[in-house]
């Protein structure tokens, strides 16, 4: 399990996704899969940046643990900004043109239809969002 701890911010995105690329392509994650996770890791991230810490600055520790024998990773965003479950949001109606959607869903509901498991808990005074995808 590697962990990496940045500053809730747009800026450090790039800083993100190339940590978990590193240790996913040493785990021989397959190119989809990774793809897949890369989303999943930008939409979470940019709503944690955007939203978690209204108030000013905070931060985002990152862990992404890879399983060798049941072939998966598991990535947890953790932050102390302010409680929001974000599964508990109905699923946008995909079946409706763009713009007669109401704002809004759109993302996490890609990291749900792409992961294999997503799963949301508030703990200790912090958000923790765990996605899990096979390699």
């Known amino acids: 399990?590697?962990?990496l701890r940045v500053?809730?911010?747009i800026s450090e995105l790039d800083n993100v996704l190339a940590f978990a690329d590193e240790i996913l392509?040493?785990?021989?994650c397959s190119m989809k899969a990774q793809m897949q996770i890369d989303i999943a890791i930008e939409?979470?991230?940019?709503?944690?940046?955007h939203y978690a810490y209204p108030e000013?600055?905070?931060e985002a520790l990152i862990t992404v643990e890879t399983d060798d024998t049941a072939k998966n990773a598991t990535i947890t965003f953790e932050d102390q900004g302010i409680p929001y479950d974000p599964l508990q949001n109905e699923d946008p109606d995909?079946?409706?043109s763009a713009d007669d959607r109401p704002i809004g869903g759109l993302g996490i509901f890609m990291v749900?239809?792409?992961m294999d498991e997503v799963s949301?808990?508030?703990k200790d005074g912090k958000n923790r969002l765990t996605t899990k995808k096979g390699l």
């Not at 392509?25 to 021989?28: F, L, P, T, V, Y």
């Not at 939409?43 to 940046?49: D, K, L, R, T, Y």
């Open 43 to 49: 939409e979470i991230f940019v709503n944690i940046a």
């Open 7 to 9: 500053n809730a911010d």
């Open 1 to 3: 399990m590697k962990e």
């Open 94 to 96: 995909i079946t409706l």
């Open 25 to 28: 392509e040493e785990a021989g």
């Open 120 to 122: 949301y808990e508030f």
């Open 56 to 58: 000013g600055k905070g």
């Open 112 to 114: 749900k239809k792409s």
